[in-house]
């Protein structure tokens, strides 16, 4: 996993209460496409992309890189969380070199508000935490989006700045690693 510097990719599937995060796979495909093409979901994220477009783009297996876990409940896909360095071209960084693991996380409108995207999200949190013990990870999200600053919050990040970005004011925050006390 060259991107983050990791252990080699994929992982074992995760597994956590109710869900399972793993690797992408071909039976994923159309779940890619109706996240990318949902209007709920691009709401924040530039809108909704043309479907016909997306059919003719997506790959057979979709999303299968480094960071990336397809989130599943019961066997079907229900999300994705992804784990990227972030772009040093971008604004908002925690460390002078820039590069941060930033957390990002699609799932279907039929699954919010279960709880679900806190779920997963902190079990890839966790992983991340064992593979580089000490790392930062940061998020950015529109003010705008009170569901994602609220999981935001519920998952530890903190906020480090806010700025203009994508034409709408972004809340930058950071999850600074937990370290032993004593």
């Known amino acids: 996993m060259a991107e983050l510097g990791l252990a080699p990719w994929p992982p074992a599937p995760i597994r956590t209460e109710r869900l399972v995060l793993r690797a992408s796979e071909a039976r994923d495909r159309a779940v890619f496409i109706e996240l990318f093409a949902s209007p709920e979901v691009g709401t924040y994220l530039g809108g909704p992309r043309p479907r016909d477009a997306l059919e003719r783009a997506v790959p ?3 999303g ?3 960071g990336l876990f ?3 409940l019961d066997g079907e896909m229900i999300g994705m969380v992804t784990l990227d360095r972030r772009d040093a071209e971008r604004p908002g960084h925690v460390r002078p070199d820039a590069g ?3 957390l990002g996380y699609l799932f279907l409108p039929e699954a919010w508000g279960r709880g679900y995207a806190a779920e997963a999200c902190a079990a ?3 992983w991340f935490a064992g593979v580089l ?3 930062p990870v940061v998020l950015c999200t529109q003010t705008a989006n009170g569901r ?3 999981l935001a919050a519920t998952l530890g990040f903190v906020e480090v700045e806010r700025f203009e ?3 709408a004011e972004q809340w930058f925050g950071a999850r600074s690693p937990v370290t032993p006390s004593g």
């Open 165 to 167: 970005e994508f034409g």
């Open 70 to 72: 397809v989130t599943e």
């Open 148 to 150: 994602a600053m609220r």
């Open 100 to 102: 941060e693991a930033e």
């Open 60 to 62: 057979e297996v979709p």
């Open 64 to 66: 299968r890189r480094p």
């Open 124 to 126: 890839a949190l966790g």
């Open 133 to 135: 013990p000490g790392e």
